[in-house]
């Protein structure tokens, strides 16, 4: 769907509901795909984030109390995190970071090595969140056998009459069903645990430092909630190994680089001690199967008329959903390499 506009009078009026008064623009920011998300400068010189909670998807109360439990945990053990400023369903405010930024794709491959390990420091902090569990804010979110009947049932819906056209992309999902219950079949035997993670783990959304590069604050923690490891370290794969945007239509550009995978994989298993053996033996096949999930998600979106992700033209869905698969590919094509990878920085911890 495409955003949604907002009057400036609208914005204002919701701001001035959260005491800030003085407010000399707000204007969209970022390249999300699910909430709105506004930059709010101040006359004092003052700024912060404004965003509206999608609530077709969310429950906003269920989302603010997980990230609340979350954002103080990690600053009562001295990392930095997000801060609430005020929330009035489903508007929330947060303080804006200064001296940090995001990317939306990464340039130089010690990038990929700050992120992963700004991320795992997230999973490693949150390692003793104590109880009660966070709530499940989308339950079965990264279950590709989950997302797979979605697919069928919006592939055989076919409201928009768009499944003839997209016979190759569901011939690409057909021939990988298999291994699509891989993970979850792990979980549920508990050979690999549940463990409290953010589950939206693409590059744009940690804050890098402007000088240094580190990553500073993990961000966009509507997500945050019980999961798997896995899931977080290949998303990672997914959007800091990427050669070209998420949605290039240029397929000869989108492919997986090597030694992006190697640093993000250094990065990620000097913080992540926690791993036991059976995440540490799916780490490398975690990045192919969580992209080919949201390449599944984003295919469809598109059979279904474009009702979940923001689009911003007709078969955006579509070019995304092949991004994925190309990147699938490429990972297939490299998967001796990225295991080794994974084998050799392992071993050498
Ligand atoms: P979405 O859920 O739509 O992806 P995000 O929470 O990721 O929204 O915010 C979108 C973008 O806004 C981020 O990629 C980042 O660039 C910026 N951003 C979000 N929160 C902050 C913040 N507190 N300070 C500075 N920039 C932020
Ligand atoms: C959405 O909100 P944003 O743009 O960070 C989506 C993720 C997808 C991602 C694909 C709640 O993330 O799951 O991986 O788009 N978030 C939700 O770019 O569905
Ligand atoms: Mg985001």
Redesign the pocket.
């Given at each position: 769907m495409s955003s949604r506009e907002y009057a400036a009078d609208e914005l204002r009026d919701v701001l001035a509901g959260m005491g800030v008064k003085d407010v000399v623009s707000a204007a969209r920011y970022g390249?999300?795909?699910?909430?709105d998300t506004f930059k709010v400068d101040c006359a004092s010189g003052v700024s912060y984030i404004l965003q509206r909670i999608n609530t077709d998807?969310?429950d906003p109360d269920a989302v603010m109390s997980n990230i609340r439990r979350v954002t103080e945990h990690i600053r009562a053990k001295g990392g930095k995190s997000l801060e609430v400023v005020a929330y009035t369903r489903p508007w929330r405010l947060y303080a804006f970071i200064k001296g940090a930024h995001t990317v939306d794709l990464i340039t130089e491959a010690g990038q990929a090595y700050k992120a992963a390990s700004a991320f795992a420091g997230f999973q490693d902090a949150l390692a003793d969140l104590p109880a009660p569990r966070l709530v499940d804010i989308?339950p079965n979110?990264h279950n590709t056998v989950s997302r797979l009947a979605q697919l069928d049932a919006a592939r055989a819906a076919d409201v928009k009459g768009r499944a003839a056209s997209c016979g190759p992309e569901l011939d690409f999902v057909d021939a990988r069903r298999a291994e699509a219950a891989t993970i979850v079949e792990l979980m549920a035997r508990g050979d690999i645990p549940e463990r409290t993670t953010h589950?939206?783990t693409?590059i744009?959304?940690v804050m890098l430092d402007d000088a240094t590069g580190e990553g500073t604050h993990v961000i966009?923690l509507?997500?945050t909630m019980p999961g798997c490891a896995l899931y977080d370290f290949g998303?990672m794969v997914r959007?800091s190994t990427a050669n070209a945007a998420?949605d290039e239509r240029d397929l000869a550009k989108v492919y997986s680089r090597n030694e992006y995978f190697e640093q993000l994989v250094r990065g990620y298993l000097c913080k992540a001690k926690f791993l036991n053996e059976a995440e540490l033996a799916h780490l490398a096949f975690s990045g192919r199967l969580i992209t080919l999930t949201?390449g599944i998600?984003f295919l469809t979106d598109y059979l279904a008329g474009d009702v979940?992700?923001h689009t911003a033209c007709d078969d955006h869905n579509l070019v995304?959903a092949r991004t994925q698969f190309k990147m699938v590919r490429s990972m297939e094509e490299q998967a001796a390499d990225y295991e080794g990878i994974v084998r050799a920085v392992a071993r050498g911890r």
């Open positions: 390249s999300g795909h699910i909430n998807i969310f989308i979110f589950n939206d693409k744009n959304n966009d509507d997500t998303d959007t998420e949201i998600r979940y992700f995304r």
